[in-house]
């Protein structure tokens, strides 16, 4: 399989699902939570775009200089935190300093040679010795974005109760798996052995997709039951497309051969995980509408109820009106 083919494929796909991501999410959401959750996914999806220009346009200093832009959503990330667990004083200050130093990050990584200072010709282009003199430095000072979140998600689950405690164990779970990747790939590994996995700096790339897709349909999930659909969808056809096109790069008879019995397994997993979770958001839809019925029900009873006393009150008044001498 020709790696440096099949990549810029993934990336791109990546690319495309988180912004779909940030259209439901600034589409259906409609509050606060999901404009600042917006901007995750938004500048995930630039980071995602960012490394498939490394792998597949000419320009590769360019476009690896433009995945430090990943620091913006870093900030990003964390500003949401901020707002979804309520830790909003001093919101204005929190959101200029992180943003802040990511841009000066950015500015930086873009600009000067002190992040990355050259570019290999060779796959995968970007390695140990194509470091600027700050590489480190500025892993390091992304490394709290990735962590801090998790003191406040925590103290806010144990806090929380009904449907934002709900949310919360969505966000965990989506955060947990792309800090994971993020802090292996893009910290732990590039520090501790430093001239090994510079080939792998794209990874958490697929992570954050993980994660993004748990907070999308946490964010937007009260209001469009089918969303959970859709993200099974596309989740199966990413994967599907990226074994098919193992396939085709994959050298070898028995190579394509066990390539080619992984994808036709996997289309027959894919259609059974879609169509279990078409069944579960068809329970989800009539449970809805039931509760929708049974709230009209009620209202009409209700309604009922009070005209029939406003009907024994009249009466109730008029006999004792005939009464009186």
């Given at each position: 399989m020709d790696l440096a083919n099949i990549r810029p494929i993934a990336l791109f796909l990546t690319a495309f699902l988180?912004?779909?991501f940030t259209i439901l999410i600034w589409s259906k959401g409609k509050n606060k939570d999901a404009f600042?959750?917006?901007?995750?996914?938004?500048?995930?999806?630039?980071?995602?775009?960012?490394?498939?220009?490394?792998?597949?346009?000419?320009n590769k200093l360019f476009w690896a200089k433009t995945t430090w832009l990943v620091a913006l959503g870093a900030s990003a990330n964390m500003i949401f935190i901020y707002y979804f667990t309520g830790k909003t004083k001093f919101f204005k200050l929190k959101l200029f300093f992180w943003?802040?130093?990511?841009?000066?990050?950015?500015?930086?990584?873009?600009?000067?040679?002190?992040?990355?200072?050259?570019?290999?010709?060779?796959?995968?282009?970007?390695?140990s010795g194509t470091a600027g003199s700050y590489n480190n430095l500025a892993r390091y000072a992304i490394l709290p974005l990735l962590i801090i979140p998790f003191y406040y998600m925590i103290g806010f689950y144990r806090e929380s109760t009904g449907a934002k405690r709900l949310q919360m164990k969505y966000f965990i779970a989506g955060m947990s798996i792309y800090a994971f990747g993020?802090?292996?790939?893009?910290?732990?590994?590039?520090?501790?052995?430093?001239g090994k996995f510079f080939s792998y700096l794209d990874v958490p790339v697929y992570f954050s997709l993980v994660w993004l897709g748990l907070a999308t349909y946490a964010i937007v999930k009260r209001k469009l039951f089918a969303i959970k659909v859709i993200l099974t969808e596309l989740f199966v056809a990413l994967i599907g497309l990226i074994l098919l096109a193992q396939i085709f790069f994959t050298q070898g008879a028995q190579a394509r051969a066990i390539g080619s019995t992984i994808f036709l397994l996997y289309v027959i997993i894919g259609y059974l995980?879609?169509?279990?979770?078409?069944?579960?958001?068809?329970?989800?839809?009539?449970?809805?509408?039931?509760a929708k019925k049974l709230e009209e029900l009620n209202q009409n009873l209700e309604k009922k109820v009070n005209e029939k006393t406003r009907e024994q009150q009249i009466k109730v008044k008029e006999l004792s009106q005939s009464k009186k001498p």
């Open positions: 988180q912004l779909v600042y959750l917006g901007w995750v996914a938004l500048f995930s999806a630039i980071n995602a775009f960012t490394w498939g220009g490394v792998f597949f346009f000419d943003y802040g130093l990511s841009a000066i990050i950015a500015i930086v990584a873009l600009t000067t040679p002190y992040i990355i200072d050259k570019i290999s010709a060779q796959y995968p282009f970007i390695y993020a802090l292996l790939f893009n910290g732990i590994l590039p520090l501790l052995y430093y995980l879609i169509r279990s979770t078409n069944q579960e958001v068809a329970k989800e839809e009539r449970a809805e509408m039931l």
